[in-house]
DNA sequence: ATAAACCTAAGTGTAACACCTAGGTCAACA
DNA sequence: TGTTGACCTAGGTGTTACACTTAGGTTTAT
């Protein structure tokens, strides 16, 4: 079939698949006469998995290694095994940031329907500031864990209680 | 301080902090001698409260809304409160998408466990296929969940029970 | 004096598509 | 048969929020 024939019954874009057939994850036939692409059901196949993959939070370099596996001969269960076992630790965390999240917008919001709709405060973003900075030292935490992996040492530099910095000039 | 600084302080890099100045969502001094940024107390807040919304879900353009308003000596609470309360929806979205995840990953692991590594099927990629299979019919309904809001009408062309299409030609 | 460490602006790269352009094709209707 | 409208192609640009690179000037420390 056609490639929005395709788009349409996978639920998805022909933009899309013609995507993923020019990064080569999908091998359609080439009409001689007018050069449309024509997907079989085999490529049907291999577009659903490629759905279900990405929307299992596979990028699509991980797909494209996959396919490479299972293409040479190779089952890929392994590498799909333990694509599939990182990714699930990267689920996990989502779970728990949405989590967390969740509990303090919903106490911001709360907070918030307690006061007066227009006092600002000195730094002029009224409580809004305030509410953040309160946040912050809970939400900082959680975004080191995400990206602790790839952070290089924190190596802060002193700060007074003004929030000043010591410019060593 | 200085942009490195500055970064430091607020642990993140010295190229976010030109990027949010380059946008317009920080105001530094320039030094008329060398060039240099300067950032004073008021910015590292600005940048403080950038930082602390972005980790909330805020868009950059959304956070530049919000100083649209409050730099207009408007308070911005309203807005910032609309604006929660929609990425509320969506955070709870994620938390369930990422649990629905998280039980699909766990069975597939689960069930992989028990067959075999090397048990090529007719086609070719083992039984992740299956497997995949299985879970998205599953998973779709999730996603449409999240996108159904920009997505079209689905208008599917009905399938035969081969996975094959009728090609009304 | 010179190296290490910092700074600047401007440009390119990233992921995974979405959208647009210009032009060819196909089915149906008048 | 002409023409509309819906479809297709390749190739290009736009999107988000930065990260990285380049080329060159500056500051700091030894």
Redesign the interface.
């Known amino acids: 079939?056609k490639v929005s024939?395709?788009a349409?019954?996978l639920?998805t874009t022909a933009d899309t698949v013609r995507y993923y057939t020019k990064i080569g994850l999908l091998h359609p036939q080439k009409s001689q006469l007018n050069g449309y692409m024509f997907y079989n059901?085999?490529q049907?196949?291999r577009l659903?998995?490629i759905?279900?993959?990405r929307?299992?939070?596979f990028s699509v370099k991980d797909i494209t290694n996959?396919f490479h596996e299972?293409?040479n001969?190779h089952?890929?269960?392994?590498l799909?095994?333990d694509i599939?076992?990182q990714?699930?630790v990267e689920?996990?965390q989502?779970?728990l940031d949405?989590?967390a999240?969740?509990k303090?917008?919903?106490q911001?919001?709360g907070e918030?329907d307690h006061l007066p709709?227009?006092?600002?405060t000195s730094?002029?973003?009224?409580?809004?500031?305030d509410s953040?900075?309160a946040?912050?030292s809970e939400?900082?935490p959680?975004?080191?864990l995400t990206e602790t992996l790839k952070s290089t040492k924190?190596?802060?530099?002193e700060?007074d209680n003004?929030?000043?910095?010591h410019?060593n000039k």
Chains 1, 2 share one sequence.
């Open positions: 079939m024939n395709l349409k019954a639920n059901a085999q049907q196949q659903s998995f759905l279900t993959a929307h299992l939070g996959i299972t293409d001969n089952t890929g269960c392994k799909v095994r599939i076992k990714r699930l689920v996990e989502q779970f949405a989590q999240l969740m303090l917008m919903k911001a919001i918030w709709d227009k006092t600002p730094q002029s973003i009224c409580h809004l500031m953040f900075s946040i912050q939400i900082n959680a975004k080191s924190a190596n802060l530099t700060t003004n929030g000043e910095m410019e």
